[in-house]
């Protein structure tokens, strides 16, 4: 396996103050990574430092077999074979597509530049647009061109700065599908910074969350949505129910009855389970002991709460069959729970 990044030990302080606390990661050819945290977390530093935009305090980084940072180097960003996709698409105002497109190939012929161009705006789908100006794009023909633009030189790795931030909601969906197909169909290595959820399990092969200045978690994302590493990461990565639990004979003891924990852990050990609302399984029952006393119906499906005796859950149901405000029903909890010791 061929390593296209590696980070060693790398730390970076601001005022006196840790925000990137000795980070290590290895980044493999063709994968497609996502460094997932919430605002202060880090992330932004860390592409910095990738880039080359930023230096750190130290540690080093290697791209495509190369220290550019560390041993007494510091190379510099436009020597690193590195493409940068931000935020705002940043295009070239003064500039057509197919020259910002060309941008980075000017050790090349025009016969080569003209030829790598054409050959981007067919894997963008923007042929034809060529000589429109950024001005006359749509938000999302703008980020496919800015995408096109960092592919140009064929660099190394590829770092996409929450590229989607801007967009709305709908354009985010398409412009995600369309920037995972490039990425897949070119082979790039590719890293994508960002704070959505969703994003990142969706478009990437696996996920490192940044807490701290530091990597709390790294796995696929079927492993870090179903196996959080504590009950801190459970809530980050989407809605989770949170009780209280006890193990007795293999089992956890809660308020929702017996459960199976994923992790082993001995008799008498107390903490807490983190159960994802789709784990829920509501069945009518006149005589139940939940009522349904809320209800969010989003078509597909709906983010029900119940109240039992003694907690409040929400559960999610296929949304036409979803059980309305006032039924009554049975709670069970599907396939294993993530048991968190105290």
């Given at each position: 396996m061929t390593i296209v990044l590696s980070l060693k030990s790398v730390r970076k302080e601001f005022a006196g103050e840790g925000v990137l606390k000795n980070i290590n990661l290895d980044v493999a050819e063709h994968e497609f990574l996502a460094i997932l945290?919430?605002?202060?977390?880090?992330?932004?530093?860390?592409?910095?430092?990738?880039?080359?935009?930023?230096?750190?305090?130290?540690?080093?980084?290697?791209?495509a077999g190369r220290t550019v940072f560390g041993?007494?180097?510091?190379?510099?960003?436009?020597?690193?074979?590195?493409?940068?996709v931000p935020q705002d698409a940043a295009l070239f105002p003064h500039l057509s597509v197919a020259q910002n497109i060309a941008f980075g190939l000017s050790k090349h012929t025009a016969s080569e530049r003209t030829e790598r161009v054409t050959e981007l705006l067919t894997l963008i789908d923007m042929?034809?647009?060529?000589?429109?100006?950024?001005?006359?794009?749509?938000?999302?023909?703008?980020?496919?061109?800015?995408?096109?633009?960092?592919?140009?030189?064929?660099?190394?790795?590829?770092?996409?700065?929450?590229?989607?931030?801007?967009?709305?909601?709908?354009?985010?969906?398409?412009l995600r599908e369309d920037v995972k197909r490039v990425i897949s169909k070119t082979g790039t290595t590719a890293i994508l910074v960002t704070h959505d959820q969703e994003e990142a399990l969706s478009m990437t092969s696996r996920v490192a969350i940044l807490r701290e200045g530091e990597f709390a978690q790294i796995g696929n994302p079927s492993e870090?949505?179903?196996?959080?590493?504590?009950?801190?990461?459970?809530?980050?990565?989407?809605?989770?129910?949170i009780i209280n639990g006890v193990i007795e004979n293999g089992k956890v003891v809660t308020d929702l009855g017996l459960l199976t924990a994923l992790n082993k852990v001995a008799d008498g050990a107390t903490g807490r389970v983190a159960i994802r609302p789709e784990n829920f399984y509501l069945q009518p029952n006149p005589k139940g002991e939940g009522e349904v006393v809320g209800r969010q119906y989003f078509g597909h499906d709906a983010l029900v709460e119940v109240k039992l005796p003694t907690l409040v859950i929400?559960?999610?149901?296929?949304?036409?069959?979803?059980?309305?405000?006032?039924?009554?029903?049975?709670?069970?909890?599907?396939?294993?729970?993530?048991?968190?010791?105290?």
């Open positions: 945290g919430s605002s202060g977390s880090g992330k932004t530093t860390l592409l910095r430092i990738i880039s080359g935009f930023d230096s750190p305090d130290g540690g080093q980084v290697e791209i041993d007494g180097k510091s190379v510099s960003a436009e020597e690193r074979k590195v493409g940068f042929v034809g647009f060529e000589d429109r100006m950024p001005h006359q794009l749509s938000g999302g023909q703008r980020h496919r061109v800015a995408l096109a633009r960092a592919l140009a030189p064929k660099p190394a790795l590829i770092l996409l700065d929450e590229p989607f931030s801007s967009l709305d909601a709908e354009l985010r969906v398409r870090i949505y179903q196996a959080p590493a504590d009950v801190e990461m459970a809530t980050f990565l989407g809605d989770s129910v929400q559960a999610r149901a296929n949304g036409p069959f979803a059980p309305e405000i006032g039924m009554k029903v049975t709670v069970w909890v599907r396939g294993q729970v993530n048991f968190y010791t105290d």
